[in-house]
Nanobody, 124 residues
Framework: QVQLVESGGGLVQAGGSLRLSCAAS????????MGWFRQAAGRDREFVVG????????YYADSVEGRFTISRDNAKNTVYLQMNSLKPEDTAVYYC?????????????????WGQGTQVTVSS
């Protein structure tokens, strides 16, 4: 069993930055691909970015490419999402996800564990 706890959400003005963290329990963290999804009000949950277990491979949704950066520290069982140049359309609840298949392109149906989510609000 793996528990994921996100932190770092909040309110920021357009153009600003936020850094999300996701702390994972358990000893097999490095075997999981980790990712971030988001869900805006009234919309489906969408994939944002994923990273392989060893951190070498990443995959970004087109909407965040060049603005967001995912990283992980396997010694700390933590994955990070640095979000720069934020836009109002980035407003959503952001969820951390763990996928034992290891591919950074994570499908929602393949997610083994979800975090509880953290709200990110970008004002215009």
């Amino acid at each position: 069993q793996v528990q994921l706890v996100e932190s770092g959400g909040g309110l920021v003005q357009a153009g600003g930055s936020l850094r999300l963290s996701c702390a994972a329990s358990g000893r097999l963290f490095s075997r999981f691909a980790m990712g971030w999804f988001r869900q805006a009000a009234g919309r489906d949950r969408e994939f944002v970015v994923g990273i392989s277990g060893n951190g070498y491979d990443t995959y970004y949704a087109d909407s965040v490419e060049g603005r967001f950066t995912i990283s992980r520290d396997n010694a700390k069982n933590t994955v990070y999402l640095q979000m720069n140049s934020l836009k109002p359309e980035d407003t959503a609840v952001y969820y951390c996800a763990a996928d034992h298949w290891g591919n950074p392109v994570i499908r929602p149906s393949a997610v083994d564990y979800w975090g509880q989510g953290t709200q990110v609000t970008v004002s215009s």
